[in-house]
C-alpha cells in the first residue's frame, strides 16, 4: 500500500511539472514565445518569425508588446518567401495602446508568421515584444 | 449644546461648503475646457447609428467559402477575449485584392450585446475581433492596414480599408508625398485605399465633420 501510495504521489508531481509546460509548448516543442525580447534587436533584426508547423489549415500569430510609442506588425511569409504584414493598431482605441493581439491566416500559402517593428520606419525605438505562432486556432 | 460648540460647528460646515463649491467649480471648468476641442458633436458620435451594427449580414452578401473560413477563425481566435455571436456577423466594405490580399471589415455583437469588429481576408485569414465600447479615448476611425513585397523591409504594396464614426462626413487620405485626397465613403461610411506607388502610399487617414472642421488625424504608413 506505501509502495502504491508513493507510486501515485510520484505520478501527481510528474503531472504537475509536466502539465503546465505541455499546454505553453508550440508544436515543436519551442515555449510558448518562440521571442521575448526587443525588436530590433542590438544586431538590428527588426523582424522574428518561426515556421507555422503542419497538418492545419492555420498559422495563428500573437503579439503582446511595450506600448505607447508606434505600432508594431504581424508578418506572415508565404512559401514563396514573399510577405503580407499587418499593423496592429486599427484606430478606435486610439494609437498604440493595444497590447495583445492576433491574427490568423491560411496555410499552406503561408508558411512562417511573426512580428516586426517596421524596419522601413527608421528612428523607431526598440520595443519590448512577445511574439508566438501556432498551427490552431484555440 | 453651547454656542461655542454650535459656533464651531456652523463654522466646519461653511468650510465644508466652500470646499464642495470649490471641488465643483474646477471641475466644471475642467469638462468645459474638454468640451472646447474642435469636435463640438462628439455627443451624437457613434459606430452604432441607431443601435444597428453597421453592415449587411454577411449570409446577405454571399460571401465565398473562404471568407466564412475567415469569419469562423476570427470568432475562434478572440474567444479568450470575447464571446461573439457568429449569427450577427454583418459586412461594413471590402478592399481591392492586392499582392494577393484582399480584406472585408466585418462587425458582430458580442453574446452581451457589445458591437464588435474585426477583419477576414480573401484567403480566409482574420484579425481578432474587439469591442467599442471596451475601449475609451477612441478615435473616429477605424481602418485595417496592410502591406507586402518581395523581401522582407521593403514595402511594394499597400492596401487599407475601414469605416468611420457616425459624426464623420468626409475622410480623406494623405499620401506620402503630401497629397490629401477624397475616399468615397459607402452608406456605412466604409471607405478602401491601395497603391503599389511609394509616392502613393499613404501617410495618414483624416475625417472631417459636415462643417469641415477636422476631427482626427490617424498615421496610417505602409
Known sequence: VRNARYLVCGVLALLAIALPGAANATHDGTPYWFWRGYLPTA?????????????TNWIVTRM?????TH??????????GAWHGFWANTGPQGCC???????VLDQPYYRRSGCQNPPEHFGWWPVWTNCHTRNTLG | MTS????????????????????????????????GTPSTSTAAATWTPGGQLPGIPLGASRPSARVASGVQAAVAISRRRVSIDPGSVREVVASEVVGGLGMRVITARAVGGEACY?????????????????QSGGGALLRYAASGGTVIGNVEWVNLVGFARSDVARV????????????SLNRWRGFRYSSQSKEAFPAALRAYEANGSLIQELPTLP
Open chain 1, 43 to 55: 544586431g538590428d533584426v527588426y523582424t522574428k518569425h518561426h515556421e507555422g508547423g503542419c497538418c
Open chain 1, 64 to 68: 503582446s508588446w511595450e506600448v505607447g
Open chain 1, 71 to 80: 505600432d508594431m506588425r504581424f508578418i506572415f511569409i508565404t512559401s514563396g
Open chain 1, 97 to 103: 495602446v493595444t497590447w495583445d493581439d492576433e491574427a
Open chain 2, 4 to 35: 461655542k460648540v454650535r459656533n464651531r460647528r456652523s463654522v466646519v460646515a461653511v468650510a465644508v461648503l466652500c470646499v464642495a463649491a470649490m471641488v465643483t467649480g474646477v471641475s466644471a471648468i475642467a469638462a468645459g475646457s474638454a468640451g
Open chain 2, 118 to 134: 474585426a477583419m477576414v481576408t480573401n484567403r480566409g485569414g482574420a484579425r481578432s475581433f474587439h469591442c467599442f465600447s471596451s
Open chain 2, 172 to 183: 480623406t487620405l494623405v499620401t506620402q508625398s503630401g497629397n490629401e485626397q477624397d475616399l
